[in-house]
């Protein structure tokens, strides 16, 4: 017998250090919308206490998330009102934002998927050497920061696993109070 062999194939088209990157961020966002798929509008509007989040503010998160990193640290592009809009940048940390309105999972597959296409459209600009590019920040209070496109690669990986794993606990909190 045979082992099955496991791996995360590198897509052709990029090259390795760039598309190692790449293919973990669609394994991860797989991940994330099994995680999310199957919920009804109410488990995704749930907040388990005052202050705390539900999985729809959390999927809404990443995609703030990665809007913010991508398109406005490393392409350069403001994010428009309407994205801001649309993704509630308001929401995430600030206790008081009107509460997010209940939508259907498709509703936020959407949004992941619309997030993710700016994101694929700076794939397409990486190669290996690009990895070592800084993208200035200035943050609201004036400190500057100098972050590597792979830093940036790295951390929206990372951030949307360490929100997938609370989605995972909150799905876990509505089946045990059985809420649905």
């Known amino acids: ?6 791996d995360l194939p590198v897509p052709g088209s990029l090259d390795p250090q760039v598309g190692l990157f790449h293919r973990m961020q669609q394994e991860i966002r797989g991940r994330l919308k099994n995680a999310a798929g199957e919920l009804t509008p109410s488990q995704l ?6 202050g705390g989040n539900s999985i729809g503010m959390l999927l809404l998160h ?5 809007l913010f990193w991508i ?3 490393c392409m350069g592009q403001e994010l428009t009102p309407e994205q801001k809009t649309i993704y509630r940048t308001e929401l995430f940390g600030n206790p008081d934002a009107s509460p997010l309105e209940e939508h259907p999972v498709e509703w936020f597959i959407a949004r992941l998927d619309e997030s993710r296409e700016i994101t694929e459209e700076f794939y397409a600009t990486l190669s290996d ?4 590019e800084l993208k200035d920040f200035v943050d ?3 400190r500057e920061y100098e972050f590597t496109v792979r830093w940036v690669l790295y951390h929206v990986l990372e951030h949307e696993a360490g929100h997938r794993a609370q989605i995972l606990m909150l799905r876990r909190m509505l089946q045990a109070r059985d809420i649905g």
């Open 140 to 142: 609201d209070e004036g």
């Open 62 to 66: 990443i995609v703030e998330a990665e």
């Open 71 to 73: 398109q406005y640290v």
């Open 129 to 132: 050497s690009s990895l070592e």
């Open 1 to 6: 017998m045979s082992a099955q062999r496991i």
């Open 45 to 50: 509007a749930w907040v388990p206490e005052k």
